[in-house]
């Protein structure tokens, strides 16, 4: 099978860039021809920013090169992962040009939310799902904090509602969780052509020995990270355990300042993937304390494969990764004495923790894994090949 993956670079390294490159690895571990086409933000510089809005919308050049590119070098399907700005709709209508299946990775909610995580001014918000024009994205400048790229974005969505171009052009989508399908669902999306998908880890680190007796959070320093529900829930526990920070982001002066006088309390900043993955492996626990809608958790299945329980908040699909109890531990979102009551729960029942441990491993080993993700994978496309195939139209080569 010979497939095309195209992605939309950040400006900084995320997750949907890891996963991108890990698909693409698997596919080519696995004997599968691959061709990728990419874009990426540095590019944006370059563009005033009516130019940048019109690319957003639909990009000419990058329609003209998806176009010779699959006409050069025919793939049996398209799995697209970011699109904004830079690659745009266009590639859609590229594979419908040439008849070939579309799959798309709903990394965000990006499609039912121009801020592309359902969240504003410190809580969840659901004002623009469903609407063909999100209106209330632009008022509040949710994109960015900023009206006009806000407007930009929006156009975007009210475009391809209109089109049809969601509805009609893509042929499969997937999404890691059931609990975004859903949302998606709710917002128009076709339920027969969202298939549910987790992420994976391409590399297994093996099971930690947990006997680091600490705490740990990895993620962005941002409000809807839950990071002060997690540093109030740390003032609480005063000193009872030991907590290591990892990440950077907006909040990074509170978190220096609140972290500066804390007992036990470590920020770490920035550190690589091996430091990550090692210090997983010692900590007695994650905490994911997310106020947000997350669309999956990287951060959670990589301490599952460590063998390390997590604590998240009972939200979302975050709540849906966690069993309580087994796993790990939910609380309340953005509740700092909740989530104290389950810390100190934790270090009051080590043979649970222990018995969590082990759970959390064979979580990782029975969902997680590079093979196991590899024939899900294969079977989203061919299921997206043969849809494709039952609703064939006349070959469009002009």
């Known amino acids: 099978m010979k497939v095309l993956l195209a992605h939309n670079y950040y400006q900084q390294p995320g997750g949907e860039d890891q996963v991108f490159l890990a698909e693409g690895t698997l596919l080519e571990d696995h004997g599968h021809d691959v061709v990728r086409y990419v874009s990426h933000n540095d590019e944006i510089n370059h563009l005033t920013r009516f130019s940048l809005a019109k690319k957003t919308i639909w990009n000419f050049t990058s329609y003209v090169d998806l176009l010779n590119l699959m006409r050069k070098d025919v793939p049996d399907i398209i799995h697209v992962h970011n699109t904004l700005p830079l690659i745009s709709p266009s590639i859609y209508d590229a594979a419908w040009k040439l008849d070939i299946p579309v799959v798309q990775t709903l990394h965000n909610y990006r499609n039912l939310c121009p801020a592309a995580t359902l969240y504003r001014d410190g809580h969840i918000c659901n004002d623009c799902i469903g609407k063909t024009l999100p209106w209330p994205a632009v008022w509040h400048g949710c994109y960015r904090q900023n009206r006009f790229q806000t407007a930009g974005i929006t156009a975007k969505l009210m475009v391809h509602k209109i089109k049809g171009t969601y509805k009609d052009k893509i042929t499969q989508y997937i999404c890691m969780t059931r609990f975004s399908r859903d949302k998606y669902v709710e917002g128009g999306f076709p339920p027969d052509k969202i298939s549910v998908k987790p992420h994976f880890l391409s590399r297994d680190p093996g099971p930690g020995d947990g006997k680091g007796d600490f705490a740990l959070f990895v993620g962005r320093l941002a409000p809807e990270k839950g990071v002060s529900t997690l540093l109030d829930a740390w003032e609480i526990m005063d000193g009872l355990m030991p907590l290591k920070v990892i990440g950077d982001g907006p909040m990074?002066?509170?978190?220096?300042?609140?972290?500066?006088?804390?007992?036990?309390?470590?920020?770490?900043?920035?550190?690589?993937?091996?430091?990550?993955?090692?210090?997983?492996?010692?900590?007695?626990?994650?905490?994911?304390?997310?106020?947000?809608?997350?669309?999956?958790?990287?951060?959670?299945?990589?301490?599952?494969?460590?063998?390390?329980?997590?604590?998240?908040?009972?939200?979302?699909?975050?709540?849906?990764?966690?069993?309580?109890?087994?796993?790990?531990?939910?609380?309340?979102?953005?509740?700092?004495?909740?989530?104290?009551?389950?810390?100190?729960?934790?270090?009051?029942?080590?043979?649970?923790?222990?018995?969590?441990?082990?759970?959390?491993?064979?979580?990782?080993?029975?969902?997680?894994?590079?093979?196991?993700?590899?024939?899900e994978l294969i079977g989203i496309y061919k299921k997206a090949i043969e849809e494709n195939r039952r609703k064939k139209k006349p070959a469009k080569t002009k």
Request: charged share 20%.
């Open 252 to 375: 990074a002066p509170y978190v220096k300042e609140k972290t500066n006088g804390m007992k036990q309390v470590d920020w770490l900043g920035q550190c690589s993937k091996d430091t990550v993955l090692h210090l997983m492996g010692k900590a007695s626990v994650l905490i994911v304390p997310s106020d947000c809608y997350e669309t999956f958790g990287l951060v959670v299945i990589e301490a599952f494969s460590n063998g390390t329980p997590v604590i998240v908040s009972d939200i979302g699909s975050l709540a849906e990764l966690v069993d309580h109890q087994r796993t790990g531990l939910k609380f309340i979102p953005g509740n700092a004495d909740d989530l104290a009551v389950k810390v100190k729960w934790l270090l009051s029942n080590q043979s649970m923790q222990a018995q969590m441990r082990t759970n959390a491993r064979a979580e990782f080993e029975a969902k997680y894994t590079s093979e196991i993700n590899y024939y």
